[in-house]
């Protein structure tokens, strides 16, 4: 069973910007499609966007369409999001996950076999 680890979690004000990276720990496996998601308190765990294996096909929720950027760096096996002009809403512990075998791209967590434990990001007004 693969561990996710993400960093760059934080505290920021609105219209900020913050970096999150996401990579398995101990042994390399290859990781399919990559995906961000996020829980903000008392509310379900929702879709932020995913990669595809290539990075060339991107899907992404409509709440953050234009401000956050999913890419991958493969030699690395390491996933990131770049989250931009970033709003208190976007306040939430944000999970990255990775799909083991190839399978369709999807916003659907259930498709989604390895998480991580999550990292804070707090966006103040």
């Known amino acids: 069973q693969v561990q996710l680890v993400e960093s760059g979690g934080g505290l920021v004000q609105t219209g900020g910007s913050l970096r999150l990276s996401c990579a398995p720990s101990g042994r390399t496996f290859t990781l399919f499609a990559m995906g961000w998601f996020r829980q903000a308190p008392g509310k379900e765990r929702e879709f932020v966007g995913a990669?595809?294996?290539?990075?060339?096909?991107?899907l992404y929720a409509d709440s953050v369409k234009g401000r956050f950027t999913i890419s991958r760096e493969n030699a690395k096996n390491t996933v990131y999001l770049e989250s931009n002009s970033l709003k208190p809403e976007d306040t939430a512990v944000y999970y990255c996950?990775?799909?083991?075998?190839?399978?369709?791209?999807?916003?659907?967590?259930?498709?989604?076999?390895?998480w991580g434990q999550g990292t804070q990001v707090t966006v103040s007004s």
């Open positions: 990669t595809s294996l290539s990075g060339r096909i991107t």
């Open positions: 996950a990775a799909q083991m075998s190839p399978q369709a791209l999807t916003a659907s967590a259930h498709e989604y076999n390895a």
